[in-house]
């Protein structure tokens, strides 16, 4: 039983990083001049980069032997959150979050 209130709570927090993009992205698409799609571009690029680094790192991990395969729901969540914080920084660094 806690192992299935441990699973709801890990979905639960995942569909709120999915919201907080999808409102994030929403709010840039309504101002659709160039500066959202450079943060938009720029948040993409930085968050490919960064699952290409952590997808070496868990390459080399299982290679190691120590450990099993990656848990793509990890995975998952682990992008999305990194999504979410370079949105945030390139709209603070190019735009107004008001």
């Not at 441990?6 to 840039?28: E, K, R, W």
């Not at 290409?52 to 120590?66: F, I, P, S, Y």
Request: proline fraction near 1%; aromatic fraction near 12%.
């Amino acid at each position: 039983m806690d192992i299935t209130w441990i699973s709801f709570a890990f979905l639960a927090a995942f569909a709120i990083l999915l919201a907080l993009i999808g409102l994030m992205l929403v709010s840039l698409a309504r101002r659709g001049d160039e500066r959202s799609r450079l943060i938009k571009t720029k948040a993409m690029s930085a968050t490919f980069l960064c699952t290409v680094a952590l997808l070496v790192v868990e390459t080399v991990r299982v290679q190691a032997g120590d450990q099993e395969g990656t848990n793509p729901f990890w995975l998952l969540v682990a992008v999305s959150f990194i999504f979410l914080v370079f949105l945030i920084v390139y709209k603070k660094k190019f735009g107004d979050l008001g």
